[in-house]
């Protein structure tokens, strides 16, 4: 947390942690922050100029869109998942994902998932399984077996 205070200035982790775009690359816990991934750390310490460490923004969500697929429960794509199918153009797989009861609890009962990300990353924001997460998503974020129910 320090590094990334050092990094970033006076910002606070709950700050950090509202940054939709923060979320993407550092997770955080109680007590630590962490890369999604260890190429974040070697992308910010290498010499970029021996590696071509960037890709079209487009052409990025969807090569992790197809890692999503294949992975589902992987804990970047618990995090990540329905956001690059979203923005890849796959909104029918992002909606099968928060439509699956089993992979939505195993995302919402991992710590660095919070329900209301889920719902800012689902492509439709009538559905009623994202309508049911937005009226819940404080209750899950403290009792997140509570799903079911909900």
């Known amino acids: 947390i320090?590094?990334?205070?050092?990094?970033?200035?006076?910002a606070r982790t709950s700050v950090l942690q509202r940054s939709d775009s923060v979320r993407h690359v550092l997770w955080?816990?109680?007590?630590?922050?962490?890369?999604?991934?260890p190429a974040?750390?070697?992308w910010l310490t290498k010499d970029s100029a021996a590696h071509d460490l960037t890709v079209?923004?487009?052409?990025?969500?969807?090569?992790l869109a197809d890692l999503a697929e294949v992975q589902p429960?992987?804990?970047y794509f618990l995090v990540n998942g329905v956001f690059h199918l979203t923005q890849?153009?796959?909104?029918?797989?992002?909606?099968?994902?928060?439509h699956d009861l089993r992979?939505?609890?195993?995302?919402?009962?991992?710590?660095r998932v919070h329900p209301v990300q889920l719902i800012q990353d689902a492509p439709d924001p009538s559905d009623e399984?994202?309508?049911?997460?937005?009226?819940s998503a404080h209750v899950l974020r403290e009792r997140p077996l509570e799903l079911a129910s909900q």
């Not at 320090?2 to 006076?10: D, F, R, Y």
């Not at 992979?103 to 710590?111: C, S």
């Open 2 to 10: 320090a590094l990334v205070e050092q990094v970033l200035g006076s």
């Open 28 to 37: 955080f816990s109680d007590d630590a922050v962490q890369f999604a991934h």
């Open 40 to 42: 974040f750390l070697d």
């Open 56 to 63: 079209a923004a487009l052409d990025g969500h969807c090569l």
């Open 73 to 75: 429960e992987h804990p």
């Open 88 to 98: 890849s153009g796959r909104a029918e797989q992002a909606m099968a994902l928060l």
């Open 103 to 111: 992979w939505l609890m195993r995302a919402i009962v991992d710590e």
């Open 129 to 135: 399984v994202v309508a049911a997460l937005r009226l």
